[in-house]
RNA sequence: CACCAGCCUUCU
């Protein structure tokens, strides 16, 4: 049954949750049960596709049938209201699932407090971020690379730096990930100097930049309408051994529309296969 | 290190 799950799981990830539940009927149909994780899968394909509704139902029917949710269960519709923009729903859910016995764990905190700074709702993830540490949940990179993507997004440079020298005390290693957050962040500020130093310090600390990095430089330049230093970005990319992807090319040829110079444009979406790269 | 939930870049 594990195979039927792999089944059912290759299935939601590729849009094709209805084939996923045929698989399910099958499951039922040879008579056996489906596990949590079926379950959690399919709720999961469900969100994937739009189909949030349909989610919550089943969650319900899960529930209805006798199958206590687990964290991951909890976790995957938190993320679900999430995604679809259902803040309050997503948190409301956090404090029940705690009423039903079940101990929000880190990532069913991280899921939260990355949803509220996507919604700009920094100090209400800071306060689930305190709540979370008063429980004595450990922090880790992850949730700080949400709260320091909030932060900056606001410009609230000072709370990052804070966050950072946080991580630091608490020896939780920056990730590239967290380096492209800070350069994304600059970069939109038109702050390009210091997206670069960042990008120095990244080397300096022993990580890469990788394609994102580049991706988000090539794009800072962009908008200031430089294409000679965004292709010098991609130069700089390929000859660090970084692989430019679609996104690569969509910020270049996106960058040369804007100013109208749609021969350069149309040359690079030519480029694209040479690098085996498709459009999307 | 392989059945399920959290973080980065483009466009929409």
Redesign the pocket.
């Known amino acids: 049954f594990?195979t039927l799950?792999?089944l059912i799981?290759s299935f939601c990830h590729s849009n094709q949750v209805d084939f996923a539940f045929s698989v399910f009927a099958k499951i039922l149909k040879l008579g056996h049960e489906p596990?949590?994780?079926?379950f959690?899968?399919l709720i999961?394909g469900l969100y994937l596709s739009g189909r949030t509704d349909e989610a919550a139902i089943l969650f319900e029917k899960m529930v209805h049938n006798g199958y206590k949710p687990n964290?991951?269960?909890y976790?995957?519709v938190i993320?679900g209201l999430c995604k679809s923009g259902q803040n309050a729903a997503a948190v409301q859910l956090l404090w029940k699932m705690e009423e039903r016995g079940c101990n929000p764990?880190?990532?069913?905190y991280?899921?939260i407090i990355?949803c509220l700074c996507k919604s700009e709702l920094v100090i209400e993830a800071s306060n689930l971020f305190s709540e979370m540490k008063t429980k004595g949940i450990m922090p880790?990179?992850?949730?700080y690379?949400?709260l320091i993507?909030g932060t900056c997004k606001l410009g609230h440079w000072k709370v990052a730096t804070l966050l950072l020298n946080e991580m630091k005390d608490k020896n939780i290693k920056l990730r590239?990930?967290t380096f492209?957050?800070l350069v994304?962040s600059l970069c939109k500020e038109g702050k390009i100097t210091e997206a670069k130093l960042v990008i120095k310090g990244m080397s300096d600390s022993g990580l890469e930049p990788n394609?994102?990095t580049y991706?988000?430089l090539m794009?800072g330049y962009c908008l200031q309408g430089d294409m000679i230093r965004a292709q010098n970005a991609f130069e700089a990319m390929v000859h660090g051994g970084c692989r430019p992807d679609v996104?690569s090319f969509?910020?270049l040829i996106?960058g040369f529309c804007k100013i109208n110079r749609l021969v350069d444009a149309l040359k690079l979406l030519d480029d694209m296969h040479i690098y085996g790269v498709v459009p999307d």
Do not use: C, P
């Open positions: 594990l799950n792999i799981n596990s949590h994780v079926t959690n899968t999961k964290a991951v269960t976790g995957t993320q764990n880190l990532v069913i991280s899921t990355d880790d990179v992850v949730v690379n949400s993507h590239e990930r492209n957050v994304d394609t994102v991706n988000t794009h996104v969509n910020i996106h």
